[in-house]
């Protein structure tokens, strides 16, 4: 019992991985790396935030979330693609002002409560005749609807990405854009678009936890979770299915520690509080050495010049 | 040659970042009193640095004199450039309120030895610096009184930040207290090891929860883990400063910071010139310290003998560490009639009989 438990609350910590996760999957498939999902995430804790205590409505709040994510991702994008800057570098910046962004809004709502209205749609909601599935139920389907929420575009990205014709030539910007600008793609629209819905997705995960998890506004709630989403990326290889699995492991990996400790566990917490690193590395590890499918998108990282080949 | 921009950019950006900061005071330093204060955290509406705070916005309603803070300073030598900015926009007095500063403050506290330096739970001192501290197990002792009462199920949780004599300390006091009333009752620790992440004192206090914990105490820095209790309808102590708003139906009361006084008189005391490095460790009788006001969620009997302990605090009638006290693995420590000393205290590195937790040491 404990272990279902366990398991379910694993979902949970592992939600705003997961999209922060799902929105730099998408954002690098067009060959723009971005390092800024820490920013994003705090933008759109922020986004979601104040537009919930304005207007109390949880649709508009969770519409500003994406906005506010998809202006940090114009940002990004106008930057790295339309003057080509180095990615690394902006991406670090974005991360570096979504901080002080939500920070400066923060300071008017520091320490209040998201509207009870707003915290009860966010209430538990389990799904009928799925959640009486035994273990598996209980496991997935006894949640609130921003979970739920994960779970769909994780998969609608997986069949966007892999089934679709845009979706197609989004991959093919990723490995190769001279050849897709070849082909006629219009490469810097691509970009944008994937860019802005991406950076729009990341945002989702920190107004997870603006809005769901700790719904009290609170300095820096994201504290560090963009960086995991960064190495999640790559521990999914790029794959949005993967990456369903990879945020709920290091989601469980985040909180297995606490209740290790409870039942007296012979392992360090230090230890635990590394696994996410430590499974990272293994991965990168094991991905280089038998390297099967160089999994990363070829160009990723690398401006685009439609002249330059 | 990318490699190059990049660098000359950086470099770029930090002198724009320098002169903006030296730009704005040009005062000399002198005559009038100017407090800096260096937090390790945001201010906030909660939480140690926000306690410090409160000090700060009292010596300028009461004393009139001004003062200037940075947040969010790393425990770096990085200290040192903000103490140097302070410095140089005429602070004459300078409160580094994180553990993490003393050594940095001690590294430039005879560079500028006009300047006063107060720095706030450390071990090193100079002719111009002091170290202060309050006696927070005190009212974490009371705390547990409450704690202690409430609980039911005879579990109460405990979320934790990191294995120091601080931490330690206070979840022994809270034991202690827990088990005046309560004799059955356990304390069940979890470490975070994090000040400050919401996310993770929520997780940590849901684990504990599930754990069939029915009470939620905390040495963390934000009101996530009285949140969790909030969400499961459990009861909750807080820290640092009153969270009530933030969980309304769990937060009980909380251990508090009420640094006023004591930043009042250190100030009036430079500003007389008679200042000298006092190191100091205060307590409930000081002020420095207390219990915040129950709320209704406390349970019946709880305000009286809180009461009563409190009282026999203040007067020096009874000192939490006192008697033969028995440590988790069975040994003993202190003697019938006598209260641990300072420096036993203050370098307490083991669990009382009652803490269900491990103390990793390296």
């Not at chain 1, 070849?182 to 991406?198: F, W």
């Amino acid at each position: 019992m404990s272990v279902l438990i366990f398991l379910k609350a694993a979902i949970h910590a592992g939600t705003p991985l997961l999209f922060a996760t799902l929105g730099e999957v998408l954002t690098e498939k067009s060959g723009n790396l971005n390092l800024g999902v820490e920013g994003l995430m705090l933008l759109g804790a922020i986004g979601g935030f104040s537009a919930g205590m304005i207007t109390q409505s949880t649709v508009v709040a969770i519409l500003a979330a994406l906005l506010a994510g998809a202006l940090g991702g114009l940002i990004y994008a106008f930057l790295t693609v339309t003057l080509r800057a180095n990615q690394v570098v902006t991406g670090l910046s974005l991360t570096i002002f979504g901080t002080g962004v939500a920070g400066f809004v923060g300071k008017l709502f520091m320490g209040r409560n998201l509207p009870e209205n707003i915290k009860a749609v966010f209430g538990a909601r389990p799904l009928p005749i799925l959640s009486r599935i035994p273990v598996l139920g209980t496991i997935f389907f006894q949640h609130n609807v921003f979970i739920y929420g994960g779970y769909l575009i994780a998969i609608a990205l997986g069949i966007y990405l892999y089934k679709s014709k845009p979706g197609l030539n989004l991959r093919t910007i990723g490995e190769n854009p001279h050849a897709a600008d070849a082909s006629g793609i219009n490469v810097n629209r691509y970009k944008y678009l994937h860019i802005l819905a991406g950076s729009a997705i990341s945002a989702l995960g920190g107004a997870y936890l603006s809005l769901v998890y700790v719904p009290v506004w609170q300095e820096n709630v994201t504290a560090g979770r963009g960086w995991i989403a960064v190495a999640l990326v790559i521990f999914s290889m790029w794959n949005p299915y993967k990456a369903i699995a990879g945020a709920y492991l290091f989601g469980g990996l985040d909180i297995i520690g606490f209740r290790l400790q409870q039942i007296n566990f012979p392992l360090s917490q230090y230890i635990i509080d590394m696994f996410p690193y430590i499974i990272t590395i293994v991965v990168l590890v094991f991905s280089s050495i038998y390297k099967k499918r160089d999994h990363s998108p070829s160009a990723l990282g690398v401006s685009f010049f439609r002249e330059d080949r | 040659m990318r490699k190059l921009k990049i660098i000359s950019v950086l470099v770029l950006s930090l002198l724009v970042l320098l002169t903006a900061c030296s730009d704005q005071g040009s005062e000399p330093q002198g005559t009038t009193t100017k407090v800096g204060f260096i937090y390790v955290g945001m201010i906030g509406t909660e939480g140690f640095t926000y306690s410090h705070d409160q000090g700060r916005l009292y010596l300028e309603q009461e004393l009139g004199v001004e003062t200037m803070y940075q947040e969010a300073v790393d425990e770096s030598a990085e200290v040192e450039t903000v103490i140097a900015n302070m410095v140089d926009q005429g602070c004459n007095v300078i409160f580094g309120t994180s553990y993490g500063f003393g050594k940095y403050m001690l590294n430039v506290a005879d560079q500028y030895p006009d300047v006063k330096f107060l720095h706030c739970s450390g071990a090193q001192d100079a002719e111009n610096m002091n170290t202060y501290f309050g006696r927070m197990y005190e009212p974490r002792f009371l705390s547990g009184l409450v704690a202690g009462l409430k609980t039911k199920t005879n579990k109460i949780g405990y979320v934790a930040a990191y294995e120091i004599s601080e931490v330690i300390r206070g979840i022994n006091a809270f034991t202690l207290g827990v088990q005046t009333v309560n004799p059955e009752a356990e304390v069940e620790v979890v470490w975070t090891h994090t000040w400050y992440d919401p996310a993770t004192e929520k997780e940590a206090a849901l684990a504990l929860i599930d754990n069939n914990c029915d009470v939620i105490a905390q040495h963390q820095d934000t009101a996530a883990p009285q949140q969790a209790a909030e969400e499961r309808g459990i009861a909750a102590v807080g820290y640092h400063s009153i969270t009530e708003k933030n969980a309304p139906e769990a937060y009980m009361t909380a251990p508090i910071w009420n640094w006023n006084d004591y930043y009042k008189s250190e100030v009036e005391k430079v500003i007389a010139g008679t200042w000298t490095p006092e190191n100091v460790w205060l307590g409930m009788n000081d002020g420095l310290v207390l219990l915040a006001p129950l709320t209704e969620n406390a349970p019946d009997g709880a305000a009286e003998i809180v009461e009563e302990y409190q009282s026999k605090i203040i007067a020096g009638d009874f000192h939490v560490f006192s008697g033969v006290i028995t440590k988790q693995d069975g040994t003993t420590i202190g003697e019938e009639g006598q209260a641990l000393s300072d420096e036993e205290m203050l370098n307490m590195s083991y669990f009382i009989k009652g803490v269900n937790g491990k103390i990793e040491t390296n």
